[in-house]
Nanobody, 113 residues
């Protein structure tokens, strides 16, 4: 059974930083493309960033490019999202996904002044 558990969310002021983590189990993590997706209640999910299995290809949504960094540790079955210079519009529940097909429990990020 695929299990994905995100953590690291919290409340920060604009300009602050957070690092999200996701622990994966139930599949061969090192062979899977992974992604972060965020969702605001009442809105459609927004793809944030993706990374292929060996980290050789990474991409970001334009809205976070230059501020967020995705990474992974295949030895530890971990996915990360370093978020810097957070803005009000980054407020959302963040989910790690296995190739956008499996979603774990999300973690809430709130950016407010």
């Amino acid at each position: 059974e695929v299990q994905l558990q995100a953590s690291g969310g919290g409340s920060v002021q604009p300009g602050g930083s957070l690092r999200l983590s996701c622990v994966a189990s139930g599949f061969i993590f090192g062979s899977a493309g992974m992604a972060w997706v965020r969702k605001v209640p009442g809105e459609r999910p927004e793809w944030v960033s993706g990374i292929v299995s060996d980290s050789s290809l990474i991409d970001y949504a334009d809205s976070v490019k230059g501020r967020f960094t995705i990474s992974r540790d295949n030895a530890r079955n971990m996915l990360y999202l370093q978020m810097n210079n957070l803005q009000l519009e980054d407020t959302a529940v963040y989910y790690c996904t296995k190739a956008l097909a499996y979603w774990g429990q999300g973690t809430l990020v709130t950016v407010s002044s």
